[in-house]
T-cell receptor, first 113, second 115 residues
Framework: AQSVAQPEDQVNVAEGNPLTVKCTYS??????LFWYVQYPNRGLQFLLK??????LVKGSYGFEAEFNKSQTSFHLKKPSALVSDSALYFC???????????FGTGTRLQVFP | NAGVTQTPKFQVLKTGQSMTLQCAQD?????MYWYRQDPGMGLRLIYY???????DKGEVPNGYNVSRLNKREFSLRLESAAPSQTSVYFC??????????????FGQGTRLTVV
């Protein structure tokens, strides 16, 4: 079955420090992986995606994510966090031959000044 | 460029009432989705549609029906609303895997309260 796990409900980090938001997935075959961000009372905004190719994917607002096939992970990272990065982050997966797009439970990122 | 448009934005229903949430996209996407978002539960897939005329159940389909009216429109119907269906509902669209992967584009959501 297709699934996504985001093991941390909340991640706290000081401004200027690096941040990591974790995601692991389960899907048949090769995965297509996505990260989205949601600000309060807003819809979801796309950050980045892994389809194929380089395992390190760069996206919007300085975020990047590393695809690790052996660990079935796709962790979101940023070298230097900003207070404005505080939001709810979602990881999502779809399989090679399916339109089914499954999201994780979300991780709330709090960046403190 | 509107993207994905959902109506209404807010709705209050009484238990047992029915209603239809409307969704339309103008990006010529084949795939469309309905999700619900609840605190601590993330986004859960209710139904999805790979193309006009096809629909498939997601993770939490019970209590809902959908119609893919044409390529642009995908509606979600609650036949007899229950308080457990109080949630924020999101519609999304994306392209087929076979057509080149795009990310999903989301509407702004419908906040539904069932009393």
């Amino acid at each position: 079955a297709q699934s996504v796990a985001q093991p941390e409900d909340q991640v706290n980090v000081a401004e200027g420090n690096p941040l990591t938001v974790k995601c692991t997935y389960s899907v048949s075959g090769n995965p297509y992986l996505f990260w989205y961000v949601q600000y309060p009372n807003r819809g979801l905004q796309f950050l980045l995606k892994y389809i194929t190719g380089d395992n390190l994917v760069k996206g919007s607002y300085g975020f990047e994510a590393e695809f690790n096939k052996s660990q079935t992970s796709f962790h979101l990272k940023k070298p230097s966090a900003l207070v404005s990065d505080s939001a709810l982050y979602f990881c999502a997966v779809r399989g090679l031959n399916t339109d089914k797009l499954i999201f994780g439970t979300g991780t709330r990122l709090q960046v403190f000044p | 460029n509107a993207g994905v448009t959902q109506t209404p934005k807010f709705q209050v229903l009484k238990t047992g009432q029915s209603m239809t949430l409307q969704c339309a996209q103008d990006m010529n996407h084949n795939s469309m989705y309905w999700y619900r978002q609840d605190p601590g539960m993330g986004l859960r897939l209710i139904y999805y549609s790979a193309s006009e005329g096809t629909t498939d159940k997601g993770e939490v389909p019970n209590g809902y029906n959908v119609s893919r009216l044409n390529k642009r429109e995908f509606s979600l119907r609650l036949e007899s609303a229950a308080p457990s269906q109080t949630s924020v509902y999101f519609c999304a669209s994306s392209e087929h895997p076979g057509q080149g992967i795009t990310e999903a584009f989301f509407g702004q959501g419908t906040r539904l309260t069932v009393v």
